[in-house]
């Protein structure tokens, strides 16, 4: 792998990780993994895919948002259970936004 591509995915890995307020260590113990492991990640330093899909169900995050920032199935859900607790008239307007997003979104994974 190049090294943006790991500069991003750390971008990404730490985004997420502060998003649900995980220290680095607290993250290595959910994951199974070295905190030492986290950081490396989140410094774009190269790691298995292992230890990347370790990282991603301690998240609850999916391996394509970490990988290539596009959103996965539980990005999606997450979402959709803010909408829910939205007004009406929002929810109607923010679903139909998020629908369109969706069906924008490329079918494919493009090859790096």
Known sequence: MDQPYLKELGKRLLLCRTQKDLSR???????GI????????EQGEEVSLETIVKICKALHCST??????ALGIPEW?????KLAHLPEQS?????????ALWESCPKSVEKY
């Open 25 to 31: 260590k607290d993250l290595g113990i959910l994951a």
């Open 34 to 41: 070295p905190t030492a492991t986290v950081l490396q990640m």
């Open 64 to 69: 394509d948002y970490l990988l290539t920032g």
């Open 77 to 81: 859900t997450a979402l959709q259970r």
């Open 91 to 99: 929810a109607d307007n923010m679903q139909k936004i998020f629908q």
